[in-house]
């Protein structure tokens, strides 16, 4: 075909005229404008381009009588030269035949595709057809459009109709694809009126009769009832969220090659708006190879979810387009003025207020239809945190379904799924199972208004992380509270549990009462400060100094006290709880034994800190120990509390003096930490 | 002389240990033994007390609320917490509520005879760990009152020796005072925690707009 289109373009007249040289004069034949217009179809009248044909034929006999002379304005200058005429060769074919040559190859070549991919499809078929009719126009345009001055005016005449009954044809086809795609509207066979009435529109512009323009106006009436198809297959597709964003766009991109085509090329002529058209109508049938190209893709529903994010964008970017054209539109009718310069007040009204508008647009669209995570922090963290997992798993679905607004509730997904990821071309989105929930599959995004997109699973990325992260701290939190309780039962049997069993098994029931009290004021101490793994040495300090003066005053024996130098304020080394228990058992034992057996006036208590270790000494004035070898209860005691800690315990006769006892023990400072500077 | 007093206490073995000692004391008064504060109140609105011993926490309420209630109605009465698993910031709590000491149960009967008697004779008993709380208090509430609830630097000293573990005549020897300046101090720094505390009723109750009648008048 496009063998044949070159081989016929070869066959006509050519001049070897300079570059961008305008003939003005051939042989005797002065040319008009008209003679040199790219598209005889925007004359308008059949008499007017029956005219034209004549004069093609007349220019066309001339330029093969050799040699001619022909006269050319060059850079406003007239030259006059007697030239040869032959042939055009190959290379003076201009880059505009080619490129409607290609333009009609490529629409082919992807229609075939389509067609050969699903062939059974009736939406595929006009596809097809569309794509078929391309060349159909473009190529006999080719040849006529890029004659040099003129060709064989028959000739003229039938690529101009082969051009017109191509251009109806695929506005027939166009009408076919949006009745058909994505739902048939009606049976195919009904296309067969539309094809019978343009058929007729054709037959007419064949024969050059009826009205001016049929071709102009049915094509655009084409349009305007393949719009209306759109439409209504639009409404139709309302709970078809797949459908939809095909459709959306399928008439997007439509719309985009048609009336960019239409709108730039066609219609300014033939509203009269203009004498030309804003793009040579060469390039401009290339707006149909983007369009078949996006419809192809659309036809395939390769991944419509993607472009569905996109047409938005384009949508938007057209309507700017519609805008500023028809801004153009408005000011050339109003100032009559030069196109160029109302263009260019048209793109400054679009800057103020179009952009402006787009954003606002822009804004108002996407914000409302893709999901976000903001506001919702509050009800992870409550999902997160749930008292059970079926508790879990409900505020995780309405969490989900305030997010997604799926048109069914979240339902729980069967196969694993590690990571969020579409399905079904993004009818549904997969969930991943998070801490130990099932994974969700959520269908219909926004009650079926649309369909999942990339950002909703970068949404679903978010939202699955920020509940890994709360049920994790959840879990560690869960974790601590397990670990403190063990604590605390471990602390109960060592230190209140041992006390008790010591009083309930000790035969001596002054010590049973010791013992008993020992283990209230430890309870009490639990209770007071929990049950810390550490004390300051400060506070204990004193609290065992008030303790211990007061029962020795009961029992009219006085106490003098010498602590380790603390800095004033300051609360002291900090030490585990088991050698701050050791220490007060140790000093209580003491204590009681001088109140129970030494019969003194006066006790020494010193405690001392070294580096480490603390020492400990009590010293009475009393009657001494008795006959060595019956050591008391209480004094093994403190020799057993004194090992269990790794410590020294020495009992014996007071240093210095022939009279009382004297108590010593040395217990080593482990896992001390730093002094707690007190507030 | 005390005459009646009033017992409040939930165990009856408690209760009557500590009768005994009161008895034994205070040469055979007139002794109340109520189990619940609501017996208590009871007694509270028919008879006069010039001492009450209080348990905290019972099985209908709060010890406090007695507190309360006697300090508003009987301000002649001695009120003493008696406890024994009570946390610090409960006996402070009782004592910013009108209790002029508190004895601990689980001491021995010879300590809480001690301890009593000196209650008895107006020294009012403060252990390290309650002064230590006193000074937490009024370092996080003090600022915002007035002056008649804020420590004096003197009363604070002392409360810094007692909270180290010295006695009253240790504090007295250390600070070069006698030991009933001490003793006044220590008194002084009860009543300015039960101003705080009535003090801070007062803030919140204007807070919550229930004294603007009075400003209005």
């Given at each position: 075909m496009a063998f044949l289109t070159a081989l016929v373009a070869l066959r006509q007249p050519y001049l070897d005229l300079p570059p961008g040289a305008v003939p003005v004069q051939v042989a005797d034949i002065p040319l008009t404008e008209t003679d040199l217009?790219?598209?005889?179809?925007?004359?308008?009248n059949y008499d007017v381009i029956r005219a034209f044909h004549a004069r093609q034929d007349v220019l066309a006999d001339a330029l093969r009588v050799d040699p001619v002379t022909v006269t050319y304005r060059l850079d406003s200058v007239e030259h006059t030269e007697t030239l040869s005429p032959h042939n055009r060769h190959?290379?003076?074919?201009?880059f505009a035949f080619w490129f409607q040559i290609g333009v009609g190859m490529v629409s082919l070549c992807i229609g075939g595709w389509v067609l050969g991919l699903r062939r059974e499809d009736w939406g595929a078929r006009m596809f097809a057809l569309t794509a078929l009719m391309v060349p159909v126009f473009t190529m006999p345009a080719a040849i006529y459009s890029t004659r040099q001055i003129a060709i064989d005016g028959d000739l003229f005449r039938l690529l101009s109709s082969l051009n017109g009954v191509g251009a109806l044809a695929f506005g027939v086809a166009l009408i076919g694809l949006f009745s058909q795609?994505?739902?048939?509207?009606?049976?195919?066979?009904?296309?067969l009126i539309p094809a019978a009435i343009y058929g007729a529109v054709a037959v007419m512009h064949i024969l050059q009769?009826?009205?001016?323009n049929a071709v102009g106006f049915g094509t655009l009436s084409q349009m305007a009832l393949a719009l209306v198809l759109g439409v209504v297959q639009w409404i139709l597709s309302r709970r078809e969220p797949l459908n939809r964003a095909g459709l959306r766009w399928f008439i997007l991109i439509s719309l985009l090659g048609c009336s960019l085509f239409i709108g730039l090329s066609a219609a300014p002529v033939i509203l009269g708006l203009?004498?030309?058209?804003?793009?040579?109508q060469g390039y401009a049938f290339a707006f149909f190879n983007i369009m078949h190209i996006g419809l192809a893709l659309g036809v395939l529903r390769y991944k419509v979810f993607n472009l569905d994010r996109w047409s938005y964008y384009i949508w938007l970017w057209l309507s700017g387009m519609v805008l500023i054209l028809v801004l153009d539109v408005v000011l050339i009718r109003l100032l009559q003025s030069q196109p160029w310069v109302s263009l260019g007040a048209a793109l400054l009204i679009a800057g103020f207020v179009y952009f402006p508008l787009r954003q606002l647009l822009l804004r108002l669209l996407m914000q409302r239809r893709s999901a976000t995570l903001s506001g919702r922090m509050a009800q992870i963290v409550n999902c997160a945190l749930a008292p059970s997992q079926r508790e879990q798993a409900d505020r995780w679905d309405v969490l989900l379904n305030d997010i997604y607004?799926?048109?069914a509730p979240p339902e729980r997904c069967v196969d694993p799924v590690d990571a969020p990821r579409l399905a079904e071309s993004g009818l549904s989105l997969l969930i991943p199972g998070v801490d130990g929930l099932d994974p969700r599959r959520l269908r219909y995004a926004q009650k079926g208004r649309r369909l999942f997109t990339p950002s909703d699973l970068e949404v679903a990325a978010n939202l699955v992380q920020m509940h890994d992260l709360a049920a994790e701290s959840r879990h560690s939190y869960e974790r601590g509270v397990i670990l403190e309780r063990d604590r605390i039962s471990r602390d109960i049997h060592d230190n209140i549990g041992a006390q008790l069993l010591s009083a309930l098994h000790s035969p001596e029931p002054q010590r049973k009462d010791d013992l008993l009290r020992d283990s209230l004021n430890d309870l009490r101490a639990i209770i007071n400060d929990?049950?810390?793994?550490e004390y300051a040495l400060g506070p204990v300090l004193a609290d065992l100094r008030t303790e211990t003066t007061r029962r020795l005053e009961a029992g009219d024996v006085r106490c003098s006290w010498t602590g380790p130098d603390?800095?004033?304020g300051e609360d002291g080394p900090v030490l585990p709880f088991e050698l701050i228990n050791g220490l007060r058992s140790i000093l209580r034992e003491a204590v009681s034994n001088v109140l129970r057996h030494?019969?003194?006036r006066h006790t020494d208590i010193a405690i001392s800190l070294g580096a480490q270790s603390i020492d400990l000494r009590v010293a009475d004035?009393?009657?001494?120990?008795?006959?060595?070898?019956?050591?008391g209860n209480g004094t093994s005691n403190i020799a057993e509390r004194a090992a269990a800690l790794d410590g020294q315990a020495m009992i014996g006769r007071r240093s210095g003096t022939a009279i009382g006892t004297q108590v010593t023990v040395t217990l080593p400072i482990r896992l001390m930490t730093l002094p707690k500077v007190a507030e | 002389m005390i005459e009646r007093v009033l017992i409040l206490e939930d165990i009856r073995q408690s209760r009557e240990f500590l009768a005994a000692i009161v008895a034994r004391i205070l040469n055979a008064p007139e002794i109340a033994k109520e189990a619940t504060l609501r017996g208590a109140e009871h007694a509270c609105g028919r008879y006069r007390f010039d001492l009450a011993l209080v348990d905290l926490s019972l099985p209908d309420g709060d010890g406090t609320t007695l507190l309360r209630k006697l300090t508003a109605e009987q301000p002649d009465c001695i009120c003493v917490v008696t406890t024994v698993m009570a946390t610090d910031s409960t006996i402070v709590g009782a004592l910013a509520a009108g209790a002029q000491g508190y004895l601990l149960k689980s001491d021995p009967e010879q300590l809480l005879e001690h301890h009593l008697r000196l209650l008895m004779d107006g020294v009012p008993p403060l252990s390290p760990q309650i002064a230590r709380r006193i000074m937490q208090h009024f370092q996080l509430t003090?600022?915002?009152?007035?002056?008649?609830s804020t420590l004096t630097k003197r009363e604070t000293e002392v409360l810094r020796l007692i909270a180290r573990g010295l006695r009253v005549a240790e504090a007295a020897e250390a600070l070069g005072l006698a030991e009933s300046t001490v003793i006044t101090h220590i008194k002084a720094v009860y009543r300015k925690l039960e101003i705080s505390n009535r003090a801070e009723a007062a803030l919140h109750a204007s807070r919550l707009g229930l004294l603007s009648g009075d400003s209005a008048d």
């Open positions: 217009i790219q598209e005889p179809d925007q004359l308008g190959m290379g003076d074919l201009p795609y994505p739902k048939p509207l009606f049976r195919p066979r009904w296309l009769s009826g009205p001016d203009s004498e030309d058209g804003l793009i040579p607004q799926p048109l929990g049950f810390q793994a603390l800095p004033d030494a019969n003194a004035d009393g009657c001494g120990l008795p006959v060595i070898g019956q050591i | 003090g600022p915002t009152h007035e002056a008649t």
